[in-house]
């Protein structure tokens, strides 16, 4: 299963329709609250979870925290449609460029990243 977490509805249907037309299990959520919510509830719990690095109102690596105490064996993609230099001046320089996809992105490029994930 897959958990996408964008604020924007439009990105998590876009996302949440490319990965279940290519096979895969998704649950969607708004927000961070949202998020964990869903991974306390669903079973089986999220292998990929794939959140909006900007996420209003949420510390990432809360977020992180929370979802790897629910399931310690998730991984994680991050989505971004900032500038490289935003990022770093948000804090979140640090992501790795392979943990990081690019709004706006391509249904393969979606579907190719998470496939190496899972």
Known sequence: MLLIVDHE?????F??????????????AADA???????????????LAIIDALLPRVSLAHLREDLHRIHPGMQFLF??????????????????????LHKPFAPAEL????????
């Open 15 to 28: 996302c949440g329709a490319v990965l279940s037309l290519n096979g895969f299990t998704v649950a969607l």
């Open 33 to 47: 609250r949202e998020a964990v919510e869903i991974c306390q509830q669903v079973t089986p719990k999220p292998d």
């Open 9 to 13: 509805e439009v990105v998590r249907r």
């Open 111 to 118: 579907l190719s990243r998470v496939q190496m994930f899972v």
């Open 79 to 100: 989505m971004a449609g900032v500038p490289d230099s935003e990022l770093k001046a948000r804090g979140l320089g640090d992501v790795p460029e392979e943990l990081l």
